[in-house]
């Protein structure tokens, strides 16, 4: 898992995050280096070919879809995606944040999220 923590850790944070928190990258490095390799494996072949983009539209629930402006893993465009097939999703794009947009961007998510749980409460 050493081996594919500094990747990860690309792909799921920006480089300006990365020079600004070498705490959190290395708190969160540490998570992949301990994460067993069978469950990395089986958590990558679960979601390899992982489509649900048929089931979307049955959900009934409020839902609000969160995305970070420069998610690789999950881009804009694909959160649009999810967002266009729930009826009455909301739908917001966090500026600056990749994957791990709650750590990265957490003063702007909580201020997206708040609002919407309070409303859905």
Avoid at 48 to 63: F, G, H, M, N, S
Avoid at 82 to 96: P, T, W
Wanted: proline share 8%; glycine share 8%.
């Amino acid at each position: 898992m050493a081996a594919v923590a500094p990747a990860t850790l690309e792909r799921w944070f920006t480089a300006p995050y990365h020079t600004a928190h070498p705490e959190v990258i290395e708190w969160i490095g540490g998570m992949i280096r301990n994460t067993p390799v069978q469950g990395f494996v089986g958590c990558g072949r679960a979601i390899q070919r992982l489509d649900i983009t048929a089931e979307l539209p049955k959900i009934k629930l409020p839902v609000l879809i969160l995305a970070g402006e420069k998610d690789p893993g999950i881009p804009p465009a694909m959160s649009e995606v999810i967002h266009g097939a729930i009826a009455g999703s909301e739908y917001a794009v966090l500026k600056d944040a990749a994957h791990i947009a709650n750590v990265e961007q957490a003063a702007a998510f909580t201020e997206r999220l708040l609002p919407f749980l309070r409303k859905h409460a």
